[in-house]
C-alpha cells in the first residue's frame, strides 16, 4: 500500500483524552487494518507526544498520518502537517466533528476507513489566528462564555446537548461585545453578541457560515446579533432555518481581518479551545492542508485527485 514510511506501517493518532478516543482506541484500529491498513498506533495523551510522532512520519515521507479525536485534535495536527505532503486522515471522534462534516466525511468508524482506504486526497485552506493554525473557527462572546462555561464530566455524558446546558448556565447576563474590526477595504465599530471567523461553513454541529468553502481562499466574518439578546435569538434561529435576515446577521469576506475588544481583554474559542485574546490578527492560509476526503467532500475549488 502506498504511503507507508519506511518501517511499513501508517502512523494512527488517537487523542486519548477525546470523549469517545480511548473506548474507540481498539474498534479504530480494527476499522483501518479491515482494509488494509498496517499501522503504527499511537493512544496519545499529551501534544509533545503528537508532535514527536508526526514529525518523524513527515521527514520519512509518510504519505499519510491518521488522526482520530474531535476538532480541537485535528486543529492540533492540522498545524504539524500544514505545508507538508504528507495528507491528513480523519477519524471523527468528537462531540461535534465540524472539519469533518465540512468534508462530508462518514462519521461511522468502518465508513471512514473505507474513504481513507481509497486514498483521495484535496488540499484546504488553514486559518491562522496570533500565529496558531485553526481548521474551523474563531469566535468570541456568546460561544466562548458556553465553552468557558462547559463542564467537561457534562460534555462527556451529553455532547452537543451539553451546550445548551451550559447557555442557559452561564449567558443570563452577557452583554455585547464592543469591537472594532479592521480589513484591507474598511475599519468600522460595532456592537454584536457573537462575532465567529470562519474558514468552515460548518460551525457547532451546523451550517453558521453558508458562504465560504474550506478551499476558497477566503475567511467569512460572522457577526449574530446586535446589541439585544432578542437580535441575538432572531440571528441564531435565521441560521438555523437558512432564512435571509440582514438585521441580525452580517457577514463579511476576505483573506484576514483583525479583531480589537473596545472594552476589557477577551478570550477567543479556537476549534473548541480557550487559547487567544484579543486583539486577534485572523488570515487565511490558502490549501495548506493536504487532506483524505470522500468522493462527495463539501469543496468547490480544490481538484480530488487519487494518489499516484
Known sequence: MSGLTDTGSTLLIINGNSRKGAEQFASAKIALEAQGFVLDAHLVKSAAETQALIRQHVEAGAEM?????????????????????????????????????????????????????ER??????????????????????????????????????????????????????????????????????????QIICANNSHVAGFITAPMVYLDDGKLETVLLGRDSWWSLITGFWS????????????????????VVSLKKQLIANVDGELCEHTPLEVKILPLALRVAVPENAGLRSAVNLPAP
Do not use: Y
Request: charged share 20%; proline share 3%; glycine share 12%.
Open 120 to 193: 483521495r486526497f484535496a488540499r484546504v485552506d488553514l486559518g491562522q489566528v496570533n500565529g496558531r493554525i485553526f481548521i474551523n473557527s474563531v469566535a468570541l462572546g456568546a460561544s466562548a462564555q458556553i465553552a468557558a462555561g462547559l463542564d467537561k464530566e457534562l460534555k462527556r455524558r451529553l455532547g452537543l446537548l451539553a451546550w445548551p446546558v451550559s447557555a442557559f448556565r452561564t449567558l443570563k447576563g452577557q452583554r455585547p461585545l464592543s469591537l472594532e474590526l479592521k480589513t484591507d477595504d474598511l475599519r468600522m465599530k460595532v456592537k454584536t453578541h
Open 65 to 117: 498520518v491518521i488522526c482520530g479525536g474531535g476538532d480541537g485534535t485535528l486543529s492540533s495536527c492540522a498545524g504539524m502537517l500544514a505545508g507538508s505532503q504528507t495528507a491528513m486522515g480523519i477519524l471523527p471522534l468528537g462531540t461535534g466533528n465540524t472539519f469533518a462534516r465540512g468534508l462530508n466525511m462518514p462519521l461511522e468508524l468502518a465508513a471512514a476507513a473505507r474513504v481513507l482506504s
Open 239 to 258: 441560521l438555523i432555518v437558512k432564512k435571509s435576515n440582514k438585521m441580525d446577521v452580517f457577514s463579511l469576506h476576505g483573506t484576514h481581518i483583525r
